[in-house]
């Protein structure tokens, strides 16, 4: 169950971030999801609440904004731009098991659906974004 652990890696840097802007509250946490991560987003966002620091109060109500990112390729030899569909890529097989452990591994199994080359680069979709962090900071002027 590695959401649990992505969890915690999202809400500990989210605190670092936050006590790297002065903020004494947090009140939501913006994530983006790279569909190659393939990860059971109801459990992901279940345990972003599971790990919160129960003795931190910048935490208290905090909500989450979690979207996934649809992956993008683009070719190298012809430029084309394509997603997870066009590239052939079963997400729900032992491809798409395969690619969320390693998705380097994705060049095994994609092609450009123009050219037919397993050469690309992947543009999105790819990990997990901390994209955006809300909340206030220190009340008490100095």
Not at 22 to 33: N, S, Y
Not at 96 to 105: D, N
Request: aromatic letters at 6%.
């Amino acid at each position: 169950m590695h959401e649990l652990a992505l969890a915690d890696s999202v809400v500990k840097a989210a605190l670092n971030v936050a006590d790297d802007a002065g903020m004494d509250r947090i009140e939501r946490i913006v994530v983006k999801v790279g569909e190659l991560q393939q990860i059971k987003r109801d459990l992901f966002e279940f345990s972003l609440t599971t790990v919160l620091p129960t003795t931190d109060a910048r935490l208290a109500g905090v909500e989450f904004d979690v979207s996934e990112e649809p992956v993008r390729f683009q070719c190298r030899s012809c430029g084309t731009e394509y997603g997870r569909d066009e590239a052939g890529i079963d997400g729900d097989g032992d491809q798409g098991e395969a690619i969320h452990f390693i998705p380097e591994l994705s060049h095994a199994f994609a092609r450009c659906p123009s050219c037919g080359s397993p050469d690309f680069d992947i543009q999105a979709g790819r990990g997990i974004t901390l994209v955006r962090i809300e909340g206030s900071g220190d009340d008490d002027p100095e």
